[in-house]
């Protein structure tokens, strides 16, 4: 867990340099919506999923990024296949020269035919990341996120 955090971090402080896109895999099964409000005319809020691939052992390997620049975005995640989501909220200050940056995290293994939908929101420093899976029959429920340290790939 501590490598993993540390290989976020890592991503996360390097700056836009290091970030990669996120090469889809087919098919398309995640839709991210987001909403990011900084609260203030004077700053601006950016988002970003980080998508890393879990091993057995839940070891992270960084993968790429989505950029969060638009109302939805649609991923493909591989089926059966352990990823970790990193989504990333960075705000700027146009007057101060301030920065802040948040994030949080969940593992998520999609299972084949299934769809999954994240609702990611923030607006004055509070952030909410809801994740709701669709099965093919159409039914739809809420998923808990779940974190790296209760990993079991």
């Known amino acids: 867990m501590i490598r993993a955090a540390?290989?976020?971090?890592?991503?996360?402080?390097?700056?836009c340099s290091s970030l990669r896109p996120y090469q889809n895999?087919?098919?398309e099964n995640v839709v991210v919506r987001s909403k990011l409000e900084s609260g203030?005319?004077?700053?601006?809020?950016?988002?970003?999923?980080?998508?890393?691939?879990l091993d057995a052992t839940c070891h992270s390997n960084y993968v790429g990024t989505m950029k969060l620049d638009r109302?939805?975005?649609?991923l493909g995640l591989?089926?059966?296949?352990?990823?970790?989501?990193?989504?990333?909220?960075?705000?700027s200050s146009f007057l101060g020269g301030t920065s802040s940056s948040t994030s949080a995290g969940t593992v998520l293994k999609p299972r084949p035919g299934y769809r999954y939908e994240f609702t990611v929101t923030y607006k004055e420093n509070i952030y909410?990341?809801?994740?709701?899976e669709s099965d093919p029959r159409g039914g739809s429920h809420e998923m808990p996120r779940l974190q790296l340290k209760g990993c079991s790939a």
């Open 78 to 91: 591989p089926a059966e296949r352990a990823s970790y989501l990193v989504f990333s909220f960075d705000g």
């Open 25 to 27: 895999v087919t098919p």
């Open 71 to 74: 109302a939805s975005v649609t």
């Open 6 to 15: 540390r290989a976020v971090l890592v991503v996360l402080l390097a700056g």
């Open 128 to 132: 909410n990341v809801v994740l709701r």
């Open 40 to 53: 203030s005319i004077f700053s601006s809020m950016r988002g970003a999923v980080h998508i890393h691939e």
